[in-house]
Structure formats: structure tokens, C-alpha cells
Nanobody, 120 residues
Framework: VQLQASGGGLVQAGGSLRLSCAAS????????MAWYRQAPGKQRDLVAS???????YYADSFKGRFTISRDNAENTVYLQMNGLKPEDTAVYFC???????????????WGQGTQVTVSS
């Protein structure tokens, strides 16, 4: 399973960005899809996740500003980010838990990350 993230960039404070992450390759089933972020010198933190049934979870810092969604037909997860702040500057990673074949165990896969920079 390969993950390709896109949509990052430079935006002014208060602006919006929409991140996308498409899964490709040998995919039998995708369970949870999620976004994490990692700021320079800090650990990687969970931003939001979404189950295959559409149940969402948000870390407290992002509730009301960020929205996670997914397109199961396209094996793609999105992160709509509104009201961006300079402290949101980080590399954003998508992660997918899934099985490449019916008999394989569920495994976590990671994308390469996309840079989001918010200027003040």
C-alpha cells in the first residue's frame, strides 16, 4: 500500500488548506484513516482519524477548525483546515490501517508528509 499526500503549502494566518491522501497498490480493506502532524523538534501527534464507517475523532486542539473526511471508493482521506494559525505549521502525515490481502494482518502505512506553513 502506498500513500500519496498533497495539498500542503504556504498560507496566511486565518486561511484554509485542504490536504488529500490517496492510497494505492494492493488494498483489500482500509480500516482507519488518519492525519498526524509533526512540528520541528516535536513529536508526531494525531490530528484526526476516521473509521471505515465515517466515525471521526479529533484531538482537542483541532475541534471546530479541522474536518476529516474520506472517499472509500477512491481510497482517499481529506483534511480540511480552516482558521489556520502559525502554530499549525508542521509536516502533515497521513496514515492508513489496512490489509493488502484477505489473509494479511492489518498494518499501519504512512505517507511521505506534506509541509504546511502558516505565516503571521
Amino acid at each position: 500500500v502506498q500513500l500519496q499526500a498533497s495539498g500542503g503549502g504556504l498560507v496566511q494566518a486565518g486561511g484554509s488548506l485542504r490536504l488529500s491522501c490517496a492510497a494505492s497498490g494492493s488494498i483489500f480493506k482500509i480500516n482507519v484513516m488518519a492525519w498526524y502532524r509533526q512540528a520541528p523538534g516535536k513529536q508526531r501527534d494525531l490530528v484526526a482519524s476516521i473509521s471505515s464507517y465515517g466515525r471521526t475523532y479529533y484531538a482537542d486542539s483541532f475541534k471546530g477548525r479541522f474536518t476529516i473526511s474520506r472517499d472509500n471508493a477512491e481510497n482517499t482521506v481529506y483534511l480540511q483546515m480552516n482558521g489556520l494559525k502559525p502554530e499549525d505549521t508542521a509536516v502533515y502525515f497521513c496514515s492508513v490501517n489496512g490489509r493488502p490481502t484477505p489473509v494479511a494482518l492489518s498494518t499501519d502505512y504512512w505517507g511521505q508528509g506534506t509541509q504546511v506553513t502558516v505565516s503571521s
